[in-house]
T-cell receptor, first 115, second 116 residues
């Protein structure tokens, strides 16, 4: 079974609008971390935001927020006030368990921001 | 945070040759990871490189094809051996800062290999 599922191959959004990128995960471990990374066309992976399974509040980092719904096992990324520079691939990833550092990535969502 | 430098950033290689990718970190880290990203695909972990011990390879990856060195806590190399066009990918080095599941994974800029 897929550990991380991103069902949106591509998303379009107009500049200054908000956009939600979906991510669902599958784990039976109560301890896990969820990550979102941005990959521009240049190829580097840029860390955006992190949510721990025991965190009580949704994570926020500037224009990025994570809509964490634990019961539904979803960790959607919300980008507010989209900018042209947000056009990139976005990957959701998960690390399971205490002391287990392997990060498993979803297939990614390509976001295109139009003027 | 960590600054991770990878060399080369990109290369075009001939079939049957080998290429070594270097990864330098600006701080000492226990765990380093090598990922592969084939064109249009997600990231797949190749191996975990710990200093002073042999790398731990994921299913589908073997040491003869992807030998890894980890001579100290700030440096690692990944060699892609006997390359074929199927090895054309971005290879990314990453390091873990923090502990357990709360640690953040930082990535290098990636090495984009094209095999002809």
């Amino acid at each position: 079974a897929q550990k991380i599922t991103q069902t949106q191959p591509g998303m379009f959004v107009q500049e200054k609008e908000a956009v939600t990128l979906d991510c669902t995960y599958d784990t039976s471990d109560p301890s896990y971390g969820l990550f979102w990374y941005k990959q521009p066309s240049s190829g580097e992976m840029i860390f955006l935001i992190y949510q721990g399974s025991y965190d009580q509040q949704n994570a926020t980092e500037g224009r990025y927020s994570l809509n964490f719904q634990k019961a539904r096992k979803s960790a959607n990324l919300v980008i507010s006030a989209s900018q042209l520079g947000d056009s990139a691939m976005y990957f959701c990833a998960m690390r399971e368990g205490a002391g287990f550092q392997k990060l498993v990535f979803g297939t990614g969502t390509r976001l295109l921001v139009s003027p | 945070s960590a600054v991770i430098s990878q060399k080369p950033s990109r290369d075009i290689c001939q079939r049957g040759t080998s290429l070594t990718i270097q990864c330098q970190v600006d701080s000492q880290v226990t765990m380093m990871f090598w990922y592969r990203q084939q064109p249009g695909q997600s990231l797949t972990l190749i191996a975990t490189a710990n200093q002073g011990s042999e790398a731990t390879y994921e299913s589908g990856f073997v040491i003869d094809k992807f030998p890894i060195s980890r001579p100290n806590l700030t440096f690692s190399t990944l060699t892609v051996s006997n390359m074929s066009p199927e090895d054309s990918s971005i290879y990314l080095c990453s390091v873990l800062l923090g502990t357990d599941y709360t640690g953040e994974l930082f990535f290098g800029e990636g090495s984009r290999l094209t095999v002809l």
